[in-house]
């Protein structure tokens, strides 16, 4: 187990490594100039050379890329995720205030997405073609069609309408200001755990038709265990194994899709940062912010796959 | 969804006529296979065709020019004049879902087609050649991979610049990966086939080995793929209009339309809302179940795979 840690753990370093440098070439090496993003085509033509120059030296563009990389990894490794153009916050206070929100969210949502994917895939599973069967099958299909984003916006609009009631825009931390939080992270968690449970209630219930099928179910059922031990005790455990692995999955898709879903509530968190920084056209918190979702990505794939190596010895002994 | 004979599709029936039964009444067969096997897909199957007729003919049939605004009816709810309502500077919406169903369809169909026909190119080298250069591509594709497709194609498309093109570009690189291992996996398995054996003793060059041989063999999860991957394509397009690095406005796209609603002020009104993402829903689902339905069809070993 040991031995399996380290070397998914040394391979996942070497995943980061590749992953930075993805990172630099699409956000600096690809053509389109870091100046005419801050500046616009307009005001980027508009620009003095001389000014122009100065401002390629003062942010250190002028260099070699191979040094500008160097630096970027380096300033990194601190802690230094720099500056934004537009605001005097530095990104690293600004991924320590924003993120435990989407990070909130992206939990709520995975428990969200288990306590309805769950118990809706094993009815399915257990009475295939039944009218519940076909429902759960109608919604998970449906909810796979549905853009998070434009679910959140009908949900935003529904409360408005309905109840005159709005979730607060500013947030509180979780421990000064639970009430508050909460408010602001259910829409979202909500939105992303059923698009979320649709994939794990189609997942779950394949698996467990799977597993209800094996020797092993059969003959706890003949030995006389009830039906519902068989299935919670022998037969779920084992159909789970695939889902964990795609939940953990799922997360890293979660904080992408906060992304327009935190735009769609108004939600202040990392996503809305993302979005700010996309439509203001900040190329290095961009690409800073764009690295850190990929190193999350990569830590909870590896998180996932230890968790699995964990429960599941076949895996280990590869 | 639709129950499948347990057959193996791809396995042709036997006819016992002596002579080869011509294309079309061999398209016309598979139809009716199809449409009897699995009704629901080709049911939605029927809708998808009708969404691409509303793209194709968007001129013909949108009732208003979706750019030209009329300041006698801004922001109207939906009436017998715009049916669909009308935007802030008085837009017609229904005009802007019609002609917008153009740029989506036209962006999920050209990145789905180069995304996965670049990948399953590199995927046949990399099965078919293996070695250093297998080794080297799987961890690409690795890293490829490590982003959630919709960061990687939001960074891809603001460092391009906005266009149709770029979010072309955009969406294609995310889709590269799968096409790369799905074929690749396949390719691995089909090398080693007796077929390919005896060509390679018979002297074939390596280029026919993989395009005369071999290729024949990947079109089936090709095909599968490709229409597997046309709603998520369609659903991160949505997603990078909304977040304003798509096709910029004032071209509508379902995407961008959300996003100007949502512009408009703290209330965007809820028919601009409802009927952009409504379309979004019903073309994806549409897709979806029409690419479940082919996959059925051409290979239903391939359902766990992809």
């Given at each position: 187990m040991f031995s399996y840690i380290v070397r998914r753990l040394a391979f996942g370093l070497l995943t980061i490594i590749g992953v930075s440098i993805v990172v630099f070439v699409v956000m600096r090496i690809l053509p389109g100039d870091p100046l005419v993003a801050i500046f616009g085509p307009d005001g980027y033509t508009k620009l003095p050379e001389q000014e122009r120059a100065s401002l390629m030296a003062q942010l250190g563009l002028s260099d070699p890329l191979w040094l500008q990389y160097w630096r970027w990894v380096k300033d990194i490794a601190r802690g230094d995720f720099g500056r934004s153009f537009f605001r005097s916050e530095s990104v690293a206070e600004m991924i320590l205030r924003r993120g435990p929100l989407t990070a909130q969210i992206a939990f709520l949502s995975v428990l969200f997405s288990w306590l309805v994917g769950i118990p809706v895939a094993i009815v399915s599973a257990l009475r295939p073609n039944s009218w519940a069967d076909n429902v759960v099958r109608f919604f998970s299909i449906l909810f796979l069609a549905i853009p998070g984003f434009w679910f959140g916006m009908l949900m935003v609009l529904g409360l408005l309408f309905t109840f005159g009631y709005r979730a607060p825009l500013t947030g509180a931390s979780l421990l000064t200001d639970p009430w508050t939080t909460l408010q602001i992270i259910i829409g979202p968690a909500i939105v992303l755990g059923l698009g979320q449970a649709a994939y794990i209630a189609r997942l779950a219930r394949s698996s467990l038709l799977e597993i209800i099928r094996e020797d092993y179910v059969r003959t706890a059922r003949a030995k006389g265990l009830d039906g519902r031990r068989v299935i919670a005790l022998h037969a779920l455990p084992n159909a789970l194994l695939p889902v964990i692995t795609l939940s953990g999955l799922l997360l890293g898709f979660v904080l992408a899709g906060s992304i327009p879903v935190e735009r769609a509530f108004g939600t202040p968190g990392l996503g809305l940062a993302m979005f700010t920084a996309v439509s203001e056209r900040d190329v290095f918190v961009m690409q800073n912010l764009v690295f850190l979702y990929a190193v999350v990505f990569v830590v909870l794939n590896i998180l996932v796959d230890i968790i699995i190596a964990w429960l599941d010895p076949r895996i280990r002994y590869q | 969804m639709t129950a499948t004979k347990p057959e193996i599709a791809t396995v042709p029936r036997q006819t016992a006529l002596p002579d080869e039964p011509s294309r079309w009444s061999r398209i016309r067969h598979w139809l009716y296979r199809f449409m009897r096997q699995s009704p629901m897909s080709a049911f939605w199957g029927v809708i998808a065709i009708a969404i691409v007729s509303v793209a194709v003919l968007a001129p013909v049939i949108a009732p208003y020019d979706p750019m030209r605004s009329n300041f006698r009816t801004m922001t109207k709810p939906p009436n017998e004049k715009n049916v669909f309502g009308t935007d802030q500077i008085g837009r017609d919406t229904l005009s802007r879902v019609i002609w917008g169903s153009r740029a989506s369809l036209t962006v999920a169909f050209a990145a789905v087609?180069?995304?996965?026909?670049?990948?399953?190119?590199?995927?046949?080298?990399?099965?078919?050649?293996?070695?250093?250069?297998?080794?080297?591509?799987?961890?690409?594709?690795?890293?490829?991979?490590?982003?959630?497709?919709?960061?990687?194609?939001?960074?891809?498309?603001?460092?391009?610049?906005?266009?149709?093109?770029?979010?072309?570009?955009?969406?294609?690189?995310?889709?590269?990966?799968?096409?790369?291992?799905?074929?690749?996996?396949?390719?691995?398995?089909?090398?080693?086939?007796?077929?390919?054996?005896?060509?390679?003793?018979?002297?074939?060059?390596?280029?026919?080995?993989?395009?005369?041989?071999?290729?024949?063999?990947?079109?089936?999860?090709?095909?599968?793929?490709?229409?597997?991957?046309?709603?998520?394509?369609?659903?991160?397009?949505?997603?990078?209009?909304?977040?304003?690095?798509?096709?910029?406005?004032?071209?509508?796209?379902?995407?961008?339309?959300?996003?100007?609603?949502?512009?408009?002020?703290?209330?965007?009104?809820?028919?601009?809302?409802?009927?952009?993402?409504?379309?979004?829903?019903?073309?994806?689902?549409?897709?979806?179940?029409?690419?479940?339905?082919?996959?059925?069809?051409?290979?239903?070993?391939?359902?766990?795979?992809?």
């Open positions: - | 087609l180069l995304g996965t026909t670049t990948g399953a190119l590199w995927g046949l080298a990399c099965g078919f050649f293996g070695g250093r250069f297998d080794i080297g591509s799987q961890r690409l594709i690795e890293f490829m991979q490590s982003f959630p497709d919709l960061v990687l194609a939001m960074a891809i498309a603001m460092a391009l610049g906005a266009g149709t093109g770029t979010v072309i570009i955009a969406i294609a690189i995310t889709r590269i990966p799968f096409g790369g291992r799905v074929i690749r996996s396949v390719v691995l398995s089909l090398k080693e086939m007796p077929f390919v054996e005896a060509a390679r003793g018979l002297g074939a060059s390596n280029m026919r080995l993989m395009f005369r041989h071999i290729r024949p063999q990947c079109i089936a999860p090709f095909l599968i793929l490709a229409t597997t991957h046309l709603g998520v394509a369609i659903i991160i397009e949505a997603s990078l209009g909304f977040l304003g690095v798509g096709i910029p406005p004032p071209q509508p796209t379902w995407g961008n339309m959300l996003s100007d609603a949502l512009n408009s002020g703290l209330v965007p009104p809820w028919w601009l809302v409802l009927f952009p993402g409504a379309a979004i829903t019903v073309t994806v689902l549409a897709f979806n179940l029409l690419g479940d339905g082919i996959r059925d069809q051409l290979d239903p070993r391939l359902r766990r795979a992809i």
